[in-house]
């Protein structure tokens, strides 16, 4: 079944390159129409999953012989976790591909990356083995790598090539340390959930943290974390909306999750011996993230900004719930399951922030904060969506931002006080950035060039409202969400 | 005399001299009847060495080493042979006396062969000679154009330097050792007898030389021009056949030298930290796609020695050997397919928007340059991932990791490229070469993608491979 959902939207991608002269809107049915079915297996995956105490921790497995000589196999398996993020995914790409392009250039390519990269993100979050787990963590590099450089715009290429550049060096640190964990078992195994059940560093000083070292310098890069960020705010804004969407919503993911899954479930102990460090790396993330948020005039950068911070809760969430062997259970499976949290509303509602960013360079080829205003009264339904995902992102009780936020403090509190504490002032920075935000671009006086400002098409009202109704469902109900993510993490730290 | 322990190799000899015959009989429009004449004996010498797996052991009293990193080396030798040919017939087609070209080919490989199964000093300066002087040859083919006989001079001027300092080495060894056979070397060397800085001396001499049929560090500078200059099937044949040889013969002497008497791994780990930085930053700046593949060639070049570096430290120190010179080759041979399919395009700026007019082209060049970068889930990447594997486990990560450092520099050089052509602005007409070639541009590309599905076959094949004296 994970297989399928994996293999579906590889399918499609072939099918869309090889396919000549099919219309734009030939290509975009088939590309929501294969992400659609994908989806619906996971969904089916969903209801199959035993969330209860003594269920096990890995479902749906499968495992297929590949490389026994190095111990590697195809080996898919979901738990609480990679099932919500892949989920999350599902949703984020089904919206990406119904979203209209920016430019009519080329769809068929288009919209096979975009099946591509989908594929390549269901295999990361679903795979159970530490090779293939690298195989898709490059594979997702150069798809975005080719969906920024050719249909985004400014000095595309450039950012494309420093995304690309940046990350690889981060997924070769994280060959390396793969490379060490692996040796120190025998036989040879990429096999993760023998990697978790064997802890194999436990006791190893020296070289344990030389490998976790490894893993945190890949995955701080993708997450991104300061000071590794530098490679996104250029390759946000130089991407279409869509694909930024899919960046910060998606791809990020793929580093936080990563986190958890390698160095926090596969050496515990020496984890948290350097949990302190990793918390302080994320706390200032957040403040870095939402200070030089504040100070952007451009608004997609500034989106761009705030996902930092908000990784940054993450790995904060991440950091605290692994920074003891024994002890705080209750807190720190909260903080475990906040991050997690932050990580599906992170990805809904930057997703809705980017394609809405991108909706307006579509309209007026500009993110310029000061060519807008008044907008609320021209184009009302894009301002209700902006200010629902603004809300959320902030952080407002109701909306999903403030479940994950408030668990990871939460939880944060009872390990790092004093890191929680300071960790506070981002939320308040990233209230005001977005509040002037929305009063910049939405309220005041409408400027002559956007007086014909169209508001949301159909197809786009459809795409945010179903995105935002999420948000909102799991800001107000979060139970099936917690259920789900929660079995993970009690399986994590009580286990 | 075991005469047929080198039934494959007399099988290329016999080619090389029927085709000879052949290209001096035939008219000029049949001249491409060579090819097939070559293209048989490389099949037949591929049937006369699947009769050889399994062997491992010593003929021609201990002159000729018959064992599985040989037989493997081989085969890709002959392969990538065979793969060149399929290149050459289009593009010399203007040619009319270009029959001569495939005697050549063959005798060169036959070197590269030789190389590979040296089990004496005396009996790898002989390989070394024929796979240069034919070498040469391949490279000033062109004798009408510059940069062809700068490239075929520039060759055989730093070849002569290299083949000098190999035979002085030779000699130094011979010396003190009192004799050229690897058996009683390696036995000699096994009881300590005979250290002494001088043969140090001795064996980095002749490292240096066989280095140069390698492309490293410090007799890697003809490799760029070759590179450029050169026609594209030689260019394609000298990057990749004389370096299979070359890896295997480096590899059997450093192995003849017990780790824990001197400091030989740190001497060829030294090297390859040369090589691969050297090479790399070199690409950086080309803007010539021909010497950017020859820089990155080279850079290649330091990531295979690491394999060398490790080999009786690590037990997959061979193994890895095997398949990073099988997934580099596979993967440089599908560039310069391309290349040649592009009739010999050559400067960065002509590349631009090349997937609009040739989308095939364009993708089998990003597919195998992203080989070359170590991209999963190509046949590079298990090249690269072995390569690692190894040097972590031999207790050189240090070395690993100035290669990952490497791999990252690497990728702006070929991402450039891979930029130019799918988002760059398409400049008029692009003229291609002929089917041959399109057809090798596919089956490069396939085998850079394929190759995933028999790596295990592959690698449990090469582990099960031994390299003589043991």
Same mark, same amino acid.
């Given at each position: 079944m994970l297989t399928l959902a994996i293999l579906i939207p590889l399918v499609g991608a072939l099918v869309l390159a090889v396919m000549p002269k099919i219309t734009q809107d030939t290509a975009r049915v088939i590309a929501v129409g294969t992400s659609a079915v994908s989806f619906l297996l996971l969904l089916i995956v969903w209801a199959q999953f035993d969330t209860s105490a003594g269920a096990p921790a890995f479902q749906s497995l499968a495992e297929i012989e590949w490389i026994p000589s190095l111990g590697v196999a195809w080996r898919v398996g979901v738990?609480?976790?990679?099932?919500?993020?892949?989920?999350?995914?599902?949703?984020?790409?089904?919206?990406?591909?119904?979203?209209?392009?920016?430019?009519?250039?080329?769809?068929?390519?288009?919209?096979?990356?975009?099946?591509?990269?989908? $594929?390549?993100?269901?295999?990361?979050?679903?795979?159970? &083995?530490?090779?293939?787990? %690298?195989?898709?963590? &490059?594979?997702?590099?150069?798809?975005?790598?080719?969906?920024?450089?050719r249909w985004?715009?400014? &000095?595309?290429?450039? /950012?494309?090539?420093?995304?690309?550049?940046?990350?690889?060096?981060g997924s070769l640190a994280i060959l390396l340390a793969i490379i060490g964990l692996v040796l120190s078992v025998d036989p040879v195994t990429f096999d993760m959930r023998t990697m978790i059940d064997l802890q194999p560093l436990a006791g190893m000083d020296l070289r344990g943290g030389l490998i976790l070292l490894g893993f945190i310098v890949g995955f701080a890069i993708k997450a991104p974390l300061f000071p590794v960020h530098t490679w996104l705010p250029p390759a946000h804004v130089m991407a279409p909306g869509p694909a930024s969407a899919i960046l910060a919503g998606v791809l990020l993911k793929m580093g936080t999750y990563g986190l958890v899954r390698i160095p926090f479930q596969m050496m515990r102990e020496t984890f948290a011996d350097y949990a302190l460090p990793l918390a302080?790396?994320?706390?200032?993330?957040?403040?870095?993230?939402?200070? !030089?948020? #504040?100070?952007?005039?451009?608004?997609?950068?500034?989106? /761009?900004?705030?996902?930092?911070?908000?990784?940054?809760?993450? !790995?904060?969430?991440?950091?605290?719930?692994?920074?003891?062997?024994?002890?705080?259970?209750?807190?720190? +499976?909260? $903080?475990?399951?906040?991050?997690?949290? +932050?990580?599906?509303?992170?990805?809904?509602?930057?997703?809705?922030?980017?394609?809405? /960013?991108?909706?307006?360079?579509?309209?007026?080829?500009? %993110?310029?904060? &000061?060519?807008?205003?008044?907008?609320?009264? !021209?184009?009302?339904?894009?301002?209700?969506?902006?200010?629902?995902?603004?809300?959320?992102?902030?952080? #407002?009780?109701?909306l999903a931002g403030f479940v994950a936020e408030v668990q990871i403090f939460v939880g944060t509190f009872a390990v790092f006080p004093w890191i929680a504490a300071i960790g506070l002032l981002g939320i308040l920075i990233t209230a005001a950035l977005f509040l002037r935000l929305l009063q910049q671009v939405f309220f005041g006086d409408l400027p002559k060039a956007r007086e014909g400002f169209p508001d949301v098409s159909l197809r786009e009202g459809t795409v945010l409202a179903a995105l935002l109704a999420l948000v909102i469902l799991i800001g107000v109900y979060p139970r099936w969400l917690l259920d789900l993510i929660g079995s993970a993490s009690s399986a994590m730290i009580g286990g | 005399m075991p005469i047929g322990d080198l039934a494959p190799e007399i099988a290329i000899i016999v080619a090389a001299v029927l085709s000879l015959l052949f290209a001096a009989l035939a008219p000029r429009n049949l001249q491409a009847g060579s090819a097939i004449i070559a293209l048989v004996g490389i099949a037949v010498a591929l049937v006369l060495l699947m009769v050889q797996l399994g062997e491992t052991r010593f003929t021609f009293t201990g002159t000729w080493a018959m064992d599985g990193a040989s037989l493997w080396a081989r085969v890709m030798i002959l392969l990538a042979t065979g793969f060149c040919i399929m290149l050459s017939p289009d593009w010399f087609r203007s040619d009319p006396r270009h029959g001569e070209y495939y005697a050549i080919l063959m005798l060169a490989a036959l070197g590269a062969m030789t190389m590979a199964g040296a089990g004496d000093l005396l009996q790898l300066v002989i390989s070394v000679l024929l796979s240069s002087v034919t070498g040469y040859t391949l490279a000033a083919w062109h004798r009408d154009w510059a940069l062809s006989v700068e490239a075929g001079m520039k060759y055989f001027l730093m070849g002569a330097l290299a083949n000098a300092l190999l035979i002085t080495g030779i000699v130094l060894i011979l010396g003190l050792l009192g004799t050229s056979g690897y058996q009683n070397i390696a036995l000699a060397l096994k009881l300590g007898k005979g250290l002494s800085p001088l043969l140090f001396v001795g064996l980095a001499m002749t490292i240096t030389g066989v280095a140069f049929k390698l492309g490293a560090v410090p007799s890697h500078a003809w490799l760029p021009d070759v590179a450029e200059g050169a026609p594209v099937p030689s260019a394609a044949f000298l990057t990749v056949v004389p370096k299979i040889g070359a890896a295997i013969a480096l590899a059997r002497v450093v192995q003849l030298v017990p780790p824990e008497f001197m400091n030989l791994r740190e001497l060829i780990a030294v090297i390859a930290v040369a090589t691969m930085t050297l090479g790399n930053l070199a690409a950086l700046k080309q803007d010539d796609l021909r010497r950017l593949i020859g820089w990155s060639s080279v850079a290649q070049a330091g990531y295979l020695l690491m394999a060398i570096t490790v080999l009786g430290l690590s037990p997959d120190a061979l193994?890895?050997?095997?398949?990073?010179?099988?997934?580099?080759?596979?993967?440089?041979?599908?560039?310069?397919?391309?290349?040649?399919?592009l009739r010999g395009r050559t400067a960065l700026s002509d590349y631009d928007g090349l997937a609009v007019s040739q989308p095939v082209a364009a993708a089998a060049l990003v597919i195998a340059f992203l080989s070359l970068v170590g991209i999963p889930p190509t046949v590079g990447f298990f090249g690269k991932l072995t390569l690692f594997i190894t040097t972590v486990d031999g207790g050189f990560l240090w070395l690993a990791v100035v290669a990952a450092a490497n791999t990252v520099a690497s990728l702006y050089f070929y991402a450039r490229v891979m930029g130019r052509l799918y988002f760059g602005k398409p400049t008029g007409d692009v003229a291609v070469l002929g089917r041959l070639t399109s057809i090798a541009v596919w089956v490069g590309a396939v085998a850079v993608l394929l190759s995933v599905i028999p790596v295990e076959t592959a690698l449990s094949a090469f582990e099960m491979s031994r390299l003589l004296p043991l």
């Open positions: 738990d609480g976790m990679s099932l919500a993020l892949s989920l999350m995914s599902g949703v984020l790409f089904i919206a990406c591909t119904a979203w209209p392009m920016e430019s009519s250039e080329r769809p068929r390519a288009y919209y096979a990356w975009f099946l591509f990269l989908e $594929a390549v993100s269901l295999g990361l979050f679903l795979v159970l &083995d530490l090779l293939i787990f %690298y195989v898709f963590f &490059d594979l997702s590099l150069v798809g975005m790598f080719f969906l920024i450089g985004g715009h400014g &000095d595309s290429q450039r /950012a494309a090539l420093k995304f690309f550049i940046f990350t690889l060096a302080i790396i994320a706390l200032a993330s957040i403040l870095w993230g939402a200070v !030089v948020a #504040l100070a952007q005039t451009d608004m997609k950068r500034r989106i /761009a900004y705030t996902s930092i911070n908000h990784m940054g809760y993450t !790995v904060m969430g991440i950091a605290a719930a692994g920074a003891l062997l024994n002890g705080s259970e209750g807190a720190r +499976e909260m $903080a475990m399951t906040g991050a997690v949290v +932050e990580m599906i509303a992170h990805g809904l509602i930057t997703g809705a922030l980017f394609l809405i /960013a991108g909706g307006f360079w579509t309209r007026s080829k500009t %993110y310029e904060l &000061d060519a807008f205003g008044g907008l609320a009264n !021209v184009a009302p339904r894009m301002t209700v969506a902006a200010v629902i995902a603004a809300f959320a992102s902030l952080g #407002l009780p109701g | 193994t890895a050997l095997l398949a990073f010179v099988a997934s580099y080759a596979i993967g440089n041979l599908a560039a310069f397919s391309v290349v040649a399919h």
